[in-house]
C-alpha cells in the first residue's frame, strides 16, 4: 500500500521565518520516488523537486531545502526566509517502481504575511 | 517552451449532461496523466496513457468516466451523466518518458474547474 501523510493542514508565518513542512510516507517497496509540488493560487501545481529512494543526499535550492531521511520515512522541505510568494498549497507526493500514478498526500497550505 | 494546456478552464453544467475536458500535453511528451482534485477526496489518479500501449484505468471511479488519447498527443475526458458528486478540478499532466530519470517528471496543466448543479 502506498500511502502519503502531511499532518500539517495550513501554517502561518511572518516574512522572513523559516519553515519547515513535513511529509511521511509509506510503502513496502524498496525502490520508489517523492515529489513535491506548489498549487499558487492560480491552480496549477509547479514540480519542485523529485528525489529517489536510493539517493539520500540532502538538496538545496536557493531559499528551498530538502530533508529525505529513509529511516523515518520522511521527506520534508525547508524553506529559508520566506516570503509572501511562497503563500500556496505544497503536495508532497509518492510514486513506487512499476507504477505510474502518483500518490499525493493532503497538502499544507502555507500563508506567508508581510 | 508552451507548458500542458487544458480547455475549457471552468466549465458549468447540469446534472444529468455529458462534458467533455481537452487536455493538450507538452510537445513530445509520450505519457499523459489525468487526476482530480476535490475538496473531500484530496488529488487522485484517474487514467494514464503512454504511447500505444492500453491505457492504465484503474483510478477511473465509474463507468461514466472514459478518456481517450488520439494520435498520441490531445487527450479528452469524458463525464456522462454527470452527478453533483463530479463538480472538482480536473487536472492532466504529461511526462517526456513513463518511468526513470528526470524524465519521468509529471508536468500539470492548469486544471478545468468542473461544477455540476
Known amino acids: 500500500a502506498q500511502k502519503v501523510t502531511q499532518a500539517q493542514t495550513e501554517i502561518s508565518v511572518v516574512e522572513k521565518e523559516d519553515v519547515t513542512l513535513d511529509c511521511v510516507y509509506e510503502t513496502r517497496d524498496t525502490t520508489y520516488y517523492l515529489f513535491w509540488y506548489k498549487q499558487p493560487p492560480s491552480g496549477e501545481l509547479v514540480f519542485l523537486i523529485r528525489?529517489?529512494?536510493?539517493?539520500?543526499q540532502n538538496e538545496i535550492s536557493g531559499r528551498y531545502s530538502w530533508n529525505f531521511q529513509k529511516s523515518t520515512s520522511s521527506f520534508n522541505f525547508t524553506i529559508t526566509a520566506s516570503q509572501v510568494v511562497d503563500s500556496a498549497v505544497y503536495f508532497c507526493a509518492l510514486r513506487n517502481t512499476g507504477f505510474q500514478k502518483l500518490v499525493f498526500g493532503t497538502g499544507t497550505r502555507l500563508l506567508v504575511s508581510p | 517552451g508552451a507548458g500542458v494546456s487544458q480547455s475549457p478552464s471552468n466549465k458549468v453544467t447540469e446534472k444529468g449532461k455529458d462534458v467533455e475536458l481537452r487536455c493538450d500535453p507538452i510537445?513530445?511528451?509520450?505519457?499523459l496523466y489525468w487526476y482530480r482534485q476535490s475538496l473531500g477526496q484530496g488529488l487522485e489518479f484517474l487514467i494514464y496513457f503512454q504511447g500505444n500501449s492500453a491505457p492504465d484505468k484503474s483510478g477511473l471511479p465509474s463507468d461514466r468516466f472514459s478518456a481517450e488519447r488520439t494520435g498520441g498527443s490531445v487527450s479528452t475526458l469524458t463525464i456522462q451523466r454527470t452527478q453533483q458528486e463530479d463538480s472538482a478540478v480536473y487536472l492532466c499532466?504529461?511526462?517526456?518518458?513513463?518511468?526513470?530519470?528526470?524524465?519521468?517528471?509529471?508536468?500539470f496543466g492548469p486544471g478545468t474547474r468542473l461544477l455540476v448543479l
Open positions: 510537445s513530445g511528451h509520450t505519457a
Open positions: 528525489r529517489n529512494s536510493f539517493d539520500e
Open positions: 499532466a504529461s511526462s517526456l518518458a513513463p518511468a526513470g530519470g528526470l524524465e519521468e517528471t509529471q508536468y
